[in-house]
């Protein structure tokens, strides 16, 4: 699934994270508060994780319930990183957690290479809530 080119009228949050990576897991709630909040505005959060697809299935479950996610999730399954990180962005040196906002056109809003915090969330989207 290409969600760079998703044909839908949603702005999405698209969250890069894996459950090794601590600063990832505990931003979830956010991202899940967030989506529970802003889905009926046209705000789509998704959460695509970087693990190793070797037994991340067992790994991503336990996370989704230890913090009772319910937004969707995508594992990526592509193991040259170098073949489409650029494609987020190409200030992103591949660290985690990470996060690309595209408005409705799916335009680049922003992107952060840290970990966020609710209030950032919230004032990544202000200027786009209808």
């Known amino acids: ?21 601590k600063p990832c897991v505990s931003e979830l709630p956010h991202f899940e508060a967030f989506h ?13 994780s970087l693990d190793d697809v070797k037994n991340a299935n067992a790994r991503i479950a336990r996370v989704v319930k230890e913090k009772s996610i319910l937004s969707p ?15 987020i962005d190409s200030s992103w040196s591949g660290s985690l957690p990470a996060t ?12 952060y290479e840290k970990e966020l915090s609710q209030e950032e969330l919230e004032n990544i989207v202000k200027p786009f809530i209808q």
């Open 1 to 21: 699934m290409d969600l760079m080119s998703t044909k839908n009228d949603s702005a999405l949050l698209i969250n890069f994270w894996a459950t090794w990576c």
């Open 36 to 48: 529970q909040k802003y889905a009926a505005k046209g705000i789509q959060v998704i959460l695509v």
């Open 73 to 87: 999730i995508y594992l990526l399954n592509e193991p040259d990183y170098n073949s489409w990180i650029n494609k």
């Open 100 to 111: 690309l906002f595209l408005d409705k056109k799916k335009n680049k809003i922003a992107f």
